[in-house]
């Protein structure tokens, strides 16, 4: 029987275990911490089970879904149900954004007025008048660079980075565009123009489910999106699943039992590099050359009558030149049908993005208190909350800097060496939010491709 092995419990790893195990391969899975997940966590707030990590799955990339069916979880999933996608806080005021943007990118300039002011749009006329000069071949620049010079300053700080930057916690001036926007980069090299291209491409997508309603954007799960981390672990049932199991080193791994046929790696880049360290010192480098974000996140039951009145939004954006340790308030019990009580609101304050590691150093009080603090910056809530949980995330989003592209083909040539260093024939392959995409979706096919891969190699 063909052995494998998994570092790293996550969804990456353990989609990829999933494949192995059904196609027969002995399959042992470590895991560092006493839990499977890894970001994926659902636990208490109050007196019921909110998602901890991540609550919502992009639904135009098929994956999540496609798992979800083989698991048996297609009739649960679920999609948003509030009103306004998404509202913004500039100008100590909200406004509700723009209903024609893709990830932040306006495609109607007239949608604009009071998010940016007259001079802000004035200078997105630049994207669609002055040519483009497509980048050279394996070239990247940042998505900051390109949408400052295109569409300006304002709205590339007001709308681009809190949206783009916002799900990356990352900063706009540091994010690649080939790897964390490609979606930019096709549209400048289809039509010239970031409007132009992402206006086409909103038109693609404004395909429908055939009875007239817009195809979802979002799934979600009831029980938490840590259901298909139960489900993963019950389908590996006479699989070796080792939970506090730190794996130091890949020897260790070749050492600690039979001879592995496959490696796959599936922690963050950071742990990864250690793994290579003594082994393969240059691919450890380029391993610990990607840079993490880190998160803090507050998660409050609201009494209904704290609010004058409850949004019907899915969360607030707070861009990063308003200068608040707040990124975004997700309004839980507008966003998601199964949050909603009539006499609770359940929010979740986030902080914490690229370079903005000011939460981590506060004690969950403090914290609690400057994140409720600016929230009421926006909006009256006039009553403490009922229950509260603190999350913390330390290093937990990895940056795809530009080049980010680039230095994944290189990880990618050094895992053969790394295999080598294991013995002869063992294929190591690296997996997860660090190389193809940090979306659960994009997890769950990282993962799944990896198996493929050794399965057929
Ligand atoms: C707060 C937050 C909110 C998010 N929201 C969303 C969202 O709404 N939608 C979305 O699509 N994505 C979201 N994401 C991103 C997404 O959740 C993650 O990118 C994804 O879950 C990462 O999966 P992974 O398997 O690559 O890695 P991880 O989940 O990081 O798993 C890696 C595992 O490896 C283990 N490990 C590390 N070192 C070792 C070692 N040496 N030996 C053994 N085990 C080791 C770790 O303990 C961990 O369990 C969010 C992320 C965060 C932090």
Redesign the pocket.
Request: hydrophobic letters at 40%; proline letters at 8%; a neutral charge.
């Given at each position: 029987m063909a052995e494998a092995v998994v570092?790293?419990?996550?969804?990456?790893?353990l989609a990829a275990a999933y494949d192995l195990h059904r196609a027969g391969w002995s399959v042992t899975v470590?895991?560092?911490?006493g839990r499977w997940?890894?970001?994926?966590h659902t636990s208490q707030v109050g007196d019921r089970q909110v998602d901890a990590?991540?609550?919502?799955?992009?639904a135009r990339v098929d994956a999540a879904r496609v798992l979800c069916e083989e698991l048996g979880l297609a009739d649960e999933l679920i999609h948003p149900v509030a009103k306004i996608p998404a509202l913004l806080f500039v100008d100590g005021s909200l406004h509700e954004l723009p209903a024609k943007t893709v990830l932040g990118v306006p495609t109607d300039l007239n949608e604009l007025s009071g998010v940016v002011s007259a001079a802000g749009l004035e200078a997105a006329n630049a994207d669609l008048v002055e040519p483009w000069h497509p980048l050279a071949d394996g070239h990247d620049v940042s998505v900051g660079k390109v949408c400052r010079e295109r569409l300006g300053d304002e709205i590339t700080e007001r709308l681009i980075d809190p949206l783009l930057g916002g799900i990356n916690a990352s900063h706009i001036d540091h994010l690649s565009l080939t790897t964390a926007a490609p979606q930019l980069a096709n549209a400048l090299a289809a039509e010239g123009s970031l409007i132009k291209g992402l206006s086409s491409l909103r038109s693609r997508m404004g395909a429908t489910l055939g009875s007239g309603r817009p195809a979802p954007v979002f799934y979600g799960l009831p029980g938490g999106i840590a259901r298909i981390i139960e489900r993963l672990v019950e389908e590996l049932a006479g699989a070796d699943l080792r939970l506090n199991?730190?794996?130091?080193t890949l020897t260790q791994v070749a050492a600690d039992g039979p001879k592995p046929d496959a490696i796959i790696i599936?922690?963050?880049a950071f742990?990864a590099a250690?793994?290579v360290a003594a082994a393969v010192p240059d691919l450890s480098a380029e391993l610990a050359a990607i840079e993490y974000a880190s998160?803090a996140?507050v998660t409050l039951e609201v009494p209904r009558h704290a609010f004058d009145e409850v949004l019907d939004t899915s969360g607030i954006l707070f861009p990063r030149v308003g200068g608040t340790l707040l990124t975004a308030c997700t309004w839980f019990s507008s966003k998601w049908a199964h949050y909603q009580r009539p006499d609770a609101v359940l929010l979740r304050l986030?902080s914490g993005r690229y370079r903005d590691d000011r939460g981590q150093s506060l004690t969950d009080d403090e914290l609690t208190e400057v994140l409720l603090g600016e929230l009421r910056s926006a909006l009256p809530v006039k009553s403490e909350p009922m229950a509260r949980r603190v999350q913390r995330?330390p290093s937990?989003?990895p940056q795809y800097q530009p080049g980010h592209g680039a230095r994944v083909q290189r990880i990618r040539a050094g895992a053969v060496e790394a295999g080598r260093g294991v013995g002869s024939g063992c294929r190591v392959e690296f997996?997860?939010?660090?190389y193809d995409g940090?979306?659960?979706?994009a997890?769950i096919s990282?993962?799944r491709r990896a198996a493929e891969a050794v399965m057929h190699s």
């Open positions: 570092i790293g419990g996550g969804i990456a790893g470590h895991e560092k911490s997940g890894g970001k994926i990590g991540p609550d919502s799955m992009l199991s730190h794996v130091r599936a922690a963050p742990a250690e793994l998160v996140q986030t995330w937990s989003l997996v997860g939010a660090p940090i979306g659960i979706p997890c990282s993962g």
